[in-house]
Structure formats: C-alpha cells, structure tokens
C-alpha cells in the first residue's frame, strides 16, 4: 500500500509504503501552501486512487482545472440523477476524485469495501456531528410511545417500524444508524468506520486540535498523527507585514501625563468624530 508524507518545512510529494493505515494532518495556517501541495500529489500519482475531499465547489474546480485528466468529479447525469450514485460507480472503476465535504458523508456503509484502496486528502476539517430539526417534547413524546429506543451509550435505535404518524420523516435517519440522544436531542454523528476505511488519510487544515473532527477522532479512538507546518515551500509570514513608520502617528503609545493609553476601551469611549478621524 501507499502513504503520502510530509517533511516538516516542505510538502514532499513522495509516496512510500506502510502496513498500517495512517492519518496525517497538516496543520499549516492559510496561504502556507497546502492545496497546492495537494495538486502536486495528484499530478505525480494519477492512478494511486485518490479521493479529494473539500468543502467548496470553487476548489474542486481549481483542482480539476490544474490536474484535468487524471480526476474526476461526481455527477448527477453519471448516476440516474444522484451524485451519490455516480460517486459508488467511480469507486468501483478505482480512479481519483473529487468531491464535497457533504458527499463524502453520504457515502453507505455497504460501500465501505470500495475504499479498502484508497488514499482520502480531506481539505479543512469536515463536519462529523449534525443537530436533526426536531423538539425535545417530540423526542421525549417518541420515546415514551416507546416508537425508539436509546442504549446504554445514547445510541437511538427504531422500536417500531409499523409507526406511520407524523414523525416518520425521521425514523429514516434513525435506521440509517449514528443517532445519538443527549438531552432529549437527537444528534447524528458520522459512522466512524468511514474513516477507518480508508487505507490512508491526510487532513490539510489549520489549528486542528481546536476543532470538533478531532474531539471526535479522540471519542471514536481514532489513531492520527499531527504535523505542524511552520513554513510549506518558501512561505514566510514577515513577508506579507509591513511595517508603516511615521511620527505623526501616536496612537498606540503612551502619552505624557494622559490618563489612559490611547486604542484602550476607556479612549474609544471617550473618543470625539476628530479622533475617529485621525484613526
């Protein structure tokens, strides 16, 4: 099998082998250089079968504009109307692709197999917990009239399949699996087997201990490695700062006998049109 890495300081595009899965998170501020690593990736291994994954259409667009024949993105005219579709008959043909944040969590569990191959570069975290739209009294009424279930872990499980009543739009969902109850609110998490499907991950993202995909890599216990990027290619921050130098600017200093130091609450609350002006 194959594993994308990274050398810290630069994003190698080597491919090396490894036995185990691995997820890898580049965790890199924006404007470091990590899409393009991405395009790199894609342009030296056209047929590693790659899944790209991201959140917007305009950045499917620009990958597909810059590796043009070796990916290709779901459709509906592909799959009798349904991107999903289209996305499963790719995955059977074991090409790369490319697709959205919100079709990658559509992807069914009878479909796990088709990514034993594959490599997922997931650009920015995607979201894994989802609030569904219904009242706690509608919850507590569904489980008193005993129509679900929850277990011991607050997984929420269908009691009776014959109900035909008004809440039935949602019995859907709770078939489908990954319905947790908490507080008598019904919150869908993604199936964490997805991730382990994969036969490898890489995550580019920024500040990823801060966000909810890796909470839920830690509750599911999901092994993952973090690589803080200080400076992908020649990128340097102080290169995009100027400094702006002149005398007649004294705001931010402190002056002679003034009672409070100017840019602080107490000078924005006390600050004429004049002042607003100068700033």
């Not at 047929?47 to 790209?52: P, V």
């Not at 069914?108 to 594959?118: A, G, R, S």
């Not at 402190?254 to 600050?271: F, V, W």
Request: aromatic residues 10%; charged residues 25%.
């Amino acid at each position: 099998c194959s594993l994308i890495t990274l050398k810290i300081y630069t994003l190698n595009t080597m491919i090396k082998p490894e036995e185990t899965q691995k997820i890898e998170i580049w965790d890199a501020i924006m404007g470091s250089g990590k899409t393009m690593g991405i395009i790199k990736i894609l342009r030296k291994n056209p047929n590693a079968k790659i899944i790209f994954v991201t959140e917007y259409k305009d950045e499917i667009k620009r990958v597909l504009d810059e590796v043009p024949d070796s990916i290709v993105q779901p459709l509906e005219s592909g799959g009798e109307g349904k991107k999903s579709t289209h996305l499963v008959k790719l995955l059977k043909s074991g090409i790369n692709i490319a697709t959205t944040h919100k079709l990658f969590t559509m992807i069914q569990k009878e479909d796990y197999h088709l990514l034993d191959d594959y490599t997922m570069i997931l650009d920015e975290v995607v979201s894994v917990i989802e609030k569904i739209k219904v009242h706690k009294h509608d919850v507590q009424l569904l489980l008193k009239c005993d129509v679900i279930g929850k277990d011991s872990n607050n997984m929420v499980f269908l009691k009776n399949a014959k109900y035909k009543g008004y809440f039935k739009k949602y019995l859907k969902r709770i078939e489908e699996g990954n319905i947790h109850c908490y507080q008598d609110q019904l919150i869908r998490m993604v199936d964490a087997d997805l991730f382990r499907a994969f036969k490898q991950i890489l995550i580019a993202t920024y500040l990823f201990e801060g966000s909810y995909l890796h909470n839920y890599f830690k509750y599911n216990k999901i092994g993952h490695k973090i690589v803080n990027i200080v400076s992908a290619g020649n990128f340097k921050v102080s290169d995009y700062i100027n400094l702006y130098k002149n005398n007649k600017v004294k705001i931010g200093t402190k002056q002679r006998n003034a009672k409070h130091r100017p840019l602080s609450s107490s000078y924005y609350k006390d600050a004429n049109k004049s002042k607003f002006n100068s700033v």
